[in-house]
Protein backbone atom coordinates (compact mmCIF):
# COMPACT_ATOMS: atom_id res chain seq x y z
CA UNK A 1 0.00 0.00 0.00
CA UNK A 2 1.69 3.17 -0.92
CA UNK A 3 2.20 5.47 2.14
CA UNK A 4 1.07 8.08 3.05
CA UNK A 5 -2.01 7.00 1.45
CA UNK A 6 -2.84 9.26 -1.68
CA UNK A 7 -5.62 12.01 -1.35
CA UNK A 8 -8.49 11.15 -3.89
CA UNK A 9 -10.44 13.96 -5.41
CA UNK A 10 -14.08 12.32 -7.46
CA UNK A 11 -15.05 14.67 -10.28
CA UNK A 12 -18.56 13.97 -11.53
CA UNK A 13 -20.86 12.53 -8.58
CA UNK A 14 -23.30 10.62 -10.97
CA UNK A 15 -23.72 7.20 -10.72
CA UNK A 16 -20.21 5.62 -11.54
CA UNK A 17 -18.56 8.69 -9.32
CA UNK A 18 -21.05 8.05 -6.21
CA UNK A 19 -20.66 4.23 -6.32
CA UNK A 20 -17.19 4.70 -6.34
CA UNK A 21 -16.98 7.41 -4.11
CA UNK A 22 -19.22 5.29 -1.21
CA UNK A 23 -16.28 2.35 -1.83
CA UNK A 24 -13.25 4.61 -1.75
CA UNK A 25 -15.27 6.31 1.54
CA UNK A 26 -16.07 3.06 3.57
CA UNK A 27 -12.58 2.08 4.41
CA UNK A 28 -10.76 5.25 5.26
CA UNK A 29 -7.85 3.40 5.66
CA UNK A 30 -6.65 3.05 2.37
CA UNK A 31 -7.19 6.68 1.11
CA UNK A 32 -8.42 9.93 2.13
CA UNK A 33 -11.21 11.03 0.12
CA UNK A 34 -12.42 14.44 -1.45
CA UNK A 35 -15.65 15.11 -3.58
CA UNK A 36 -16.06 18.09 -6.30
CA UNK A 37 -19.57 18.26 -6.84
CA UNK A 38 -22.61 20.13 -8.44
CA UNK A 39 -25.04 21.63 -5.76
CA UNK A 40 -27.16 18.65 -6.90
CA UNK A 41 -25.54 16.50 -5.46
CA UNK A 42 -25.20 18.50 -1.80
CA UNK A 43 -28.68 18.89 -1.99
CA UNK A 44 -29.54 15.32 -2.60
CA UNK A 45 -26.72 13.59 -0.34
CA UNK A 46 -25.23 16.57 2.54
CA UNK A 47 -27.36 15.42 5.40
CA UNK A 48 -28.79 12.09 4.11
CA UNK A 49 -24.89 10.39 2.56
CA UNK A 50 -25.30 8.34 0.52
CA UNK A 51 -24.51 3.78 -0.42
CA UNK A 52 -23.29 1.91 -2.99
CA UNK A 53 -25.29 -1.76 -3.49
CA UNK A 54 -22.93 -4.39 -4.97
CA UNK A 55 -24.30 -7.23 -7.12
CA UNK A 56 -23.94 -9.60 -3.74
CA UNK A 57 -26.46 -7.48 -2.35
CA UNK A 58 -23.90 -5.94 0.22
CA UNK A 59 -24.00 -2.43 0.69
CA UNK A 60 -21.85 0.75 1.94
CA UNK A 61 -23.15 3.55 3.66
CA UNK A 62 -21.34 6.44 3.84
CA UNK A 63 -22.53 8.85 6.32
CA UNK A 64 -23.24 12.63 5.57
CA UNK A 65 -20.17 13.62 8.12
CA UNK A 66 -18.04 12.08 6.04
CA UNK A 67 -18.26 14.14 3.00
CA UNK A 68 -15.34 16.75 1.99
CA UNK A 69 -17.43 17.99 -0.73
CA UNK A 70 -16.13 21.20 -2.48
CA UNK A 71 -17.72 23.07 -5.37
CA UNK A 72 -14.96 23.41 -8.27
CA UNK A 73 -11.26 22.30 -8.79
CA UNK A 74 -9.65 25.84 -7.38
CA UNK A 75 -11.82 25.50 -3.99
CA UNK A 76 -10.64 21.83 -3.99
CA UNK A 77 -6.93 23.01 -4.45
CA UNK A 78 -6.96 25.85 -2.25
CA UNK A 79 -8.23 23.44 0.69
CA UNK A 80 -6.04 20.19 0.36
CA UNK A 81 -3.32 18.95 -2.17
CA UNK A 82 -4.48 16.03 -4.04
CA UNK A 83 -2.50 12.95 -5.76
CA UNK A 84 -5.01 11.74 -7.72
CA UNK A 85 -8.27 13.70 -9.68
CA UNK A 86 -9.98 10.87 -11.20
CA UNK A 87 -12.83 12.35 -13.74
CA UNK A 88 -16.34 10.31 -13.75
CA UNK A 89 -18.20 13.09 -15.95
CA UNK A 90 -19.80 11.93 -19.68
CA UNK A 91 -17.42 12.12 -22.45
CA UNK A 92 -19.41 15.08 -23.89
CA UNK A 93 -18.09 17.01 -21.00
CA UNK A 94 -14.42 16.08 -20.29
CA UNK A 95 -12.93 18.48 -22.54
CA UNK A 96 -14.62 21.45 -20.21
CA UNK A 97 -13.38 20.03 -17.49
CA UNK A 98 -9.84 19.46 -17.89
CA UNK A 99 -10.11 23.37 -19.38
CA UNK A 100 -11.28 23.99 -15.51
CA UNK A 101 -8.52 21.66 -14.43
CA UNK A 102 -5.49 23.58 -16.21
CA UNK A 103 -7.14 26.82 -15.08
CA UNK A 104 -7.14 25.90 -11.32
CA UNK A 105 -3.63 24.62 -11.88
CA UNK A 106 -3.58 21.02 -11.07
CA UNK A 107 -0.06 19.08 -10.68
CA UNK A 108 -1.64 15.58 -9.44
CA UNK A 109 -2.46 12.48 -12.13
CA UNK A 110 -6.10 13.22 -13.54
CA UNK A 111 -7.87 9.88 -14.18
CA UNK A 112 -10.33 9.65 -16.66
CA UNK A 113 -12.95 7.30 -16.60
CA UNK A 114 -15.11 7.40 -19.18
CA UNK A 115 -17.03 5.49 -22.35
CA UNK A 116 -15.37 5.68 -25.58
CA UNK A 117 -11.97 6.03 -27.08
CA UNK A 118 -9.54 8.61 -27.42
CA UNK A 119 -10.40 10.35 -24.05
CA UNK A 120 -6.92 10.14 -22.57
CA UNK A 121 -5.72 11.61 -25.36
CA UNK A 122 -8.80 14.69 -25.41
CA UNK A 123 -7.68 15.45 -21.60
CA UNK A 124 -3.70 15.21 -22.89
CA UNK A 125 -4.42 18.01 -25.10
CA UNK A 126 -5.88 20.11 -22.67
CA UNK A 127 -3.98 19.70 -20.10
CA UNK A 128 -0.26 19.74 -21.18
CA UNK A 129 2.27 18.59 -18.38
CA UNK A 130 0.06 16.31 -16.81
CA UNK A 131 0.23 13.06 -16.19
CA UNK A 132 -3.57 11.74 -17.40
CA UNK A 133 -4.31 7.60 -16.73
CA UNK A 134 -7.14 6.40 -18.55
CA UNK A 135 -9.80 4.14 -16.91
CA UNK A 136 -12.13 1.96 -18.07
CA UNK A 137 -15.66 1.21 -16.06
CA UNK A 138 -17.44 -2.24 -16.99
CA UNK A 139 -20.36 -2.20 -15.55
CA UNK A 140 -23.65 -0.74 -14.97
CA UNK A 141 -24.98 1.51 -12.14
CA UNK A 142 -28.18 2.59 -11.37
CA UNK A 143 -29.97 4.81 -8.59
CA UNK A 144 -32.32 2.27 -7.49
CA UNK A 145 -33.64 4.45 -4.86
CA UNK A 146 -32.88 7.89 -3.68
CA UNK A 147 -29.54 7.46 -2.76
CA UNK A 148 -28.64 3.86 -3.47
CA UNK A 149 -26.40 3.63 -6.46
CA UNK A 150 -26.75 -0.15 -6.73
CA UNK A 151 -24.04 -2.43 -9.00
CA UNK A 152 -26.71 -3.85 -11.95
CA UNK A 153 -23.35 -6.10 -13.98
CA UNK A 154 -20.26 -7.76 -13.48
CA UNK A 155 -16.97 -6.55 -14.32
CA UNK A 156 -13.18 -5.43 -13.10
CA UNK A 157 -11.73 -1.77 -13.76
CA UNK A 158 -9.25 -1.34 -15.76
CA UNK A 159 -6.63 1.78 -14.97
CA UNK A 160 -3.50 2.39 -17.54
CA UNK A 161 -0.67 0.38 -16.41
CA UNK A 162 1.96 2.96 -15.10
CA UNK A 163 3.63 3.46 -11.46
CA UNK A 164 0.38 6.00 -10.61
CA UNK A 165 -2.56 3.39 -12.42
CA UNK A 166 -1.04 0.49 -10.41
CA UNK A 167 -0.81 2.29 -7.11
CA UNK A 168 -4.57 3.75 -7.51
CA UNK A 169 -5.61 0.55 -8.75
CA UNK A 170 -4.12 -1.25 -5.57
CA UNK A 171 -6.02 1.55 -3.96
CA UNK A 172 -9.40 0.97 -5.90
CA UNK A 173 -9.06 -3.01 -5.05
CA UNK A 174 -8.50 -2.77 -1.11
CA UNK A 175 -11.57 -1.05 -1.20
CA UNK A 176 -13.56 -3.87 -2.94
CA UNK A 177 -13.27 -2.52 -6.22
CA UNK A 178 -11.31 -4.88 -8.26
CA UNK A 179 -9.11 -2.88 -10.73
CA UNK A 180 -6.62 -4.56 -13.59
CA UNK A 181 -4.18 -2.76 -15.25
CA UNK A 182 -3.45 -2.75 -18.65
CA UNK A 183 -0.84 -1.24 -21.49
CA UNK A 184 -2.85 -0.75 -23.66
CA UNK A 185 -5.78 1.49 -22.62
CA UNK A 186 -7.26 1.97 -26.44
CA UNK A 187 -7.56 -1.18 -27.00
CA UNK A 188 -9.35 -2.33 -23.64
CA UNK A 189 -11.73 0.91 -24.57
CA UNK A 190 -11.94 -0.19 -28.17
CA UNK A 191 -13.11 -3.66 -26.90
CA UNK A 192 -15.57 -1.15 -24.40
CA UNK A 193 -16.64 0.68 -26.75
CA UNK A 194 -18.30 -2.64 -28.68
CA UNK A 195 -19.95 -3.47 -25.40
CA UNK A 196 -21.42 0.12 -25.60
CA UNK A 197 -22.76 -0.45 -29.17
CA UNK A 198 -25.97 -1.62 -27.25
CA UNK A 199 -26.25 1.62 -24.92
CA UNK A 200 -28.13 3.36 -27.99
CA UNK A 201 -29.78 -0.05 -28.47
CA UNK A 202 -31.31 -0.37 -25.10
CA UNK A 203 -32.10 3.78 -25.27
CA UNK A 204 -33.78 3.41 -28.55
CA UNK A 205 -35.58 0.19 -27.04
CA UNK A 206 -37.03 2.11 -23.58
CA UNK A 207 -36.29 -1.34 -21.92
CA UNK A 208 -34.39 -1.90 -18.84
CA UNK A 209 -31.01 -3.48 -20.10
CA UNK A 210 -31.77 -7.50 -19.58
CA UNK A 211 -35.36 -7.32 -21.01
CA UNK A 212 -33.43 -5.51 -24.19
CA UNK A 213 -30.53 -7.32 -24.66
CA UNK A 214 -33.08 -10.94 -23.80
CA UNK A 215 -35.16 -9.74 -26.98
CA UNK A 216 -33.47 -11.18 -30.17
CA UNK A 217 -34.40 -8.65 -32.84
CA UNK A 218 -32.42 -5.87 -30.28
CA UNK A 219 -29.30 -8.30 -30.05
CA UNK A 220 -29.22 -8.60 -33.56
CA UNK A 221 -29.03 -4.76 -34.27
CA UNK A 222 -25.87 -4.92 -31.87
CA UNK A 223 -24.81 -7.99 -33.88
CA UNK A 224 -24.82 -6.00 -36.60
CA UNK A 225 -23.25 -2.69 -35.38
CA UNK A 226 -20.92 -4.73 -33.61
CA UNK A 227 -19.92 -6.99 -37.93
CA UNK A 228 -19.61 -2.93 -38.95
CA UNK A 229 -16.77 -1.90 -36.09
CA UNK A 230 -15.28 -5.10 -35.99
CA UNK A 231 -14.30 -4.58 -40.21
CA UNK A 232 -13.64 -0.55 -39.13
CA UNK A 233 -11.12 -2.08 -36.74
CA UNK A 234 -9.43 -4.44 -39.15
CA UNK A 235 -8.86 -1.79 -41.72
CA UNK A 236 -7.69 0.49 -39.04
CA UNK A 237 -5.22 -1.93 -37.12
CA UNK A 238 -7.18 -1.24 -34.16
CA UNK A 239 -6.89 -4.90 -31.88
CA UNK A 240 -9.66 -4.49 -29.13
CA UNK A 241 -8.29 -6.06 -25.66
CA UNK A 242 -10.72 -9.01 -25.10
CA UNK A 243 -12.58 -8.75 -21.84
CA UNK A 244 -15.47 -10.94 -21.93
CA UNK A 245 -16.01 -14.80 -21.79
CA UNK A 246 -16.67 -14.81 -25.58
CA UNK A 247 -14.43 -13.46 -28.30
CA UNK A 248 -15.41 -10.45 -30.06
CA UNK A 249 -15.31 -12.37 -33.31
CA UNK A 250 -17.55 -15.05 -31.76
CA UNK A 251 -19.94 -12.43 -30.01
CA UNK A 252 -22.01 -11.34 -33.28
CA UNK A 253 -22.97 -15.18 -33.54
CA UNK A 254 -23.68 -15.60 -30.12
CA UNK A 255 -26.04 -12.52 -30.08
CA UNK A 256 -28.06 -14.41 -33.07
CA UNK A 257 -29.04 -17.23 -31.39
CA UNK A 258 -32.88 -17.52 -30.58
CA UNK A 259 -33.86 -16.35 -26.93
CA UNK A 260 -34.33 -19.17 -24.98
CA UNK A 261 -30.96 -20.22 -25.62
CA UNK A 262 -29.56 -16.95 -25.14
CA UNK A 263 -31.73 -16.63 -21.85
CA UNK A 264 -29.05 -19.75 -20.47
CA UNK A 265 -25.63 -18.75 -21.94
CA UNK A 266 -26.20 -14.96 -19.93
CA UNK A 267 -27.05 -16.48 -16.66
CA UNK A 268 -23.74 -18.78 -17.29
CA UNK A 269 -21.86 -15.89 -18.37
CA UNK A 270 -22.85 -12.40 -16.25
CA UNK A 271 -25.71 -11.28 -14.05
CA UNK A 272 -27.82 -8.35 -15.21
CA UNK A 273 -29.92 -7.12 -12.95
CA UNK A 274 -33.56 -6.84 -13.75
CA UNK A 275 -33.33 -3.02 -12.74
CA UNK A 276 -29.74 -2.00 -15.01
CA UNK A 277 -30.10 0.13 -17.58
CA UNK A 278 -27.24 2.18 -20.10
CA UNK A 279 -26.10 4.96 -19.59
CA UNK A 280 -27.29 6.64 -22.43
CA UNK A 281 -30.70 5.34 -21.50
CA UNK A 282 -30.42 7.09 -18.70
CA UNK A 283 -29.17 10.35 -20.49
CA UNK A 284 -32.21 9.75 -23.16
CA UNK A 285 -34.91 9.63 -19.91
CA UNK A 286 -33.70 12.49 -18.28
CA UNK A 287 -33.59 14.85 -21.37
CA UNK A 288 -29.56 15.18 -21.67
CA UNK A 289 -27.17 14.90 -24.79
CA UNK A 290 -25.83 11.70 -24.91
CA UNK A 291 -22.48 10.08 -25.76
CA UNK A 292 -23.34 8.91 -29.36
CA UNK A 293 -20.64 10.68 -31.33
CA UNK A 294 -18.22 8.30 -28.80
CA UNK A 295 -19.63 5.11 -29.64
CA UNK A 296 -21.27 4.38 -32.90
CA UNK A 297 -20.50 8.27 -33.93
CA UNK A 298 -16.57 7.25 -33.50
CA UNK A 299 -17.22 3.43 -35.60
CA UNK A 300 -18.72 5.96 -37.99
CA UNK A 301 -15.94 8.71 -38.53
CA UNK A 302 -13.50 5.70 -38.23
CA UNK A 303 -15.29 3.90 -41.13
CA UNK A 304 -14.99 6.93 -43.01
CA UNK A 305 -11.31 7.34 -42.65
CA UNK A 306 -10.57 4.14 -43.94
CA UNK A 307 -13.12 3.68 -46.13
CA UNK A 308 -15.68 1.03 -44.84
CA UNK A 309 -19.03 1.62 -44.72
CA UNK A 310 -21.44 1.94 -41.74
CA UNK A 311 -24.79 1.81 -42.42
CA UNK A 312 -26.37 0.20 -38.91
CA UNK A 313 -24.53 2.47 -36.84
CA UNK A 314 -24.91 5.48 -38.91
CA UNK A 315 -28.66 4.60 -38.65
CA UNK A 316 -28.47 4.56 -35.11
CA UNK A 317 -26.61 7.87 -34.81
CA UNK A 318 -28.76 9.10 -36.76
CA UNK A 319 -32.22 8.02 -34.19
CA UNK A 320 -30.06 9.25 -31.13
CA UNK A 321 -29.80 12.38 -32.78
CA UNK A 322 -34.21 12.55 -33.00
CA UNK A 323 -34.27 11.63 -29.86
CA UNK A 324 -32.17 14.46 -28.29
CA UNK A 325 -33.37 16.81 -30.48
CA UNK A 326 -36.74 15.82 -29.41
CA UNK A 327 -36.20 16.17 -25.73
CA UNK A 328 -39.33 14.00 -24.91
CA UNK A 329 -37.51 11.30 -23.09
CA UNK A 330 -37.75 8.13 -23.79
CA UNK A 331 -39.58 7.05 -26.71
CA UNK A 332 -40.26 2.66 -27.75
CA UNK A 333 -38.87 1.91 -30.71
CA UNK A 334 -39.18 -1.64 -32.01
CA UNK A 335 -36.25 -3.33 -33.70
CA UNK A 336 -38.08 -3.01 -37.12
CA UNK A 337 -38.20 0.63 -36.61
CA UNK A 338 -35.12 1.20 -35.86
CA UNK A 339 -33.28 -0.60 -38.93
CA UNK A 340 -35.83 0.46 -41.13
CA UNK A 341 -33.70 2.59 -43.69
N1 LIG B 1 -23.78 4.68 -15.53
C1 LIG B 1 -23.21 3.53 -15.84
O1 LIG B 1 -23.72 2.48 -15.51
C2 LIG B 1 -21.92 3.51 -16.60
C3 LIG B 1 -21.32 4.66 -17.03
N2 LIG B 1 -20.11 4.59 -17.70
C4 LIG B 1 -19.46 5.79 -18.18
O2 LIG B 1 -18.95 6.51 -17.06
C5 LIG B 1 -19.00 7.92 -17.32
C6 LIG B 1 -19.83 8.58 -16.22
O3 LIG B 1 -21.15 8.07 -16.36
P1 LIG B 1 -22.32 8.29 -15.31
O4 LIG B 1 -21.82 8.23 -13.94
O5 LIG B 1 -23.40 7.39 -15.74
O6 LIG B 1 -22.74 9.79 -15.65
P2 LIG B 1 -23.74 10.72 -14.85
O7 LIG B 1 -24.34 11.63 -15.85
O8 LIG B 1 -24.61 9.92 -13.95
O9 LIG B 1 -22.74 11.53 -13.92
C7 LIG B 1 -21.88 12.53 -14.37
C8 LIG B 1 -21.83 13.57 -13.26
O10 LIG B 1 -20.86 14.55 -13.57
C9 LIG B 1 -21.39 15.80 -13.21
N3 LIG B 1 -20.67 16.85 -13.92
C10 LIG B 1 -20.66 17.13 -15.24
N4 LIG B 1 -19.85 18.16 -15.49
C11 LIG B 1 -19.33 18.55 -14.29
C12 LIG B 1 -18.45 19.58 -13.89
N5 LIG B 1 -17.94 20.44 -14.77
N6 LIG B 1 -18.13 19.70 -12.57
C13 LIG B 1 -18.66 18.84 -11.66
N7 LIG B 1 -19.52 17.85 -11.98
C14 LIG B 1 -19.85 17.71 -13.29
C15 LIG B 1 -22.85 15.70 -13.59
O11 LIG B 1 -23.63 16.69 -12.98
P3 LIG B 1 -25.07 17.07 -13.63
O12 LIG B 1 -25.95 15.87 -13.45
O13 LIG B 1 -25.47 18.25 -12.84
O14 LIG B 1 -24.80 17.35 -15.09
C16 LIG B 1 -23.17 14.30 -13.07
O15 LIG B 1 -23.47 14.33 -11.70
C17 LIG B 1 -19.63 8.06 -18.72
O16 LIG B 1 -18.65 8.17 -19.70
C18 LIG B 1 -20.40 6.75 -18.90
O17 LIG B 1 -20.56 6.37 -20.25
C19 LIG B 1 -19.49 3.39 -17.92
C20 LIG B 1 -20.05 2.23 -17.50
C21 LIG B 1 -21.33 2.18 -16.82
C1 LIG C 1 -22.13 -1.29 -18.32
C2 LIG C 1 -22.64 -0.78 -19.64
C3 LIG C 1 -22.08 -1.61 -20.72
C4 LIG C 1 -24.09 -1.01 -19.77
O1 LIG C 1 -24.81 -0.49 -18.78
C5 LIG C 1 -22.19 0.63 -19.82
O2 LIG C 1 -21.01 0.83 -20.00
C6 LIG C 1 -23.04 1.82 -19.81
O3 LIG C 1 -24.19 1.79 -19.42
O4 LIG C 1 -22.52 2.88 -20.24
Given at each position: ????PP???I??L?L?????A??????????????VA?E????????T?????R?DG????????????????AD???????????V???R??L?A????VRA????????VVS?????????R???E?VEV???M???N????A?G????????????K??????????T?T????P?????NM?SV???K???N?????????????R?E??T???R??????M???L???A??G???T???A??Y?V?P??????D????V????L?K??P?????M??D?????V??????Q?????L???V?????V?E?I???????E?A???L???????I??V
Amino acid sequence: MPFPPPTIAILGLGLVGSYLAAHLLFDPNHSTIHLVARESFTSKHGTTGFCATRIDGSQLHVSPDKLNVHASVADLLAAVSVDFLVVTVKRVALKAVCEGVRAAGFKGVVVVVSNGARGGEEARGVLEGVEVVEGMWPFNVVESAAGEYRQASEGDVYLKDSPSGRSLADTFTRCGLPTKTSENMDSVLYGKLLVNLNNAICALSALPLRAEVCTYGYRKIWALCMTESLKVYAAAGIHPTPFLAVPYSVLPYVLRVPDSLFNVVLSMLSKIDPNGTSSMYEDVRNGRVTEIDFLQGEVVRLGREVGVQTPVCERIVGLIRELERAGKGLVPHSAEEILEV
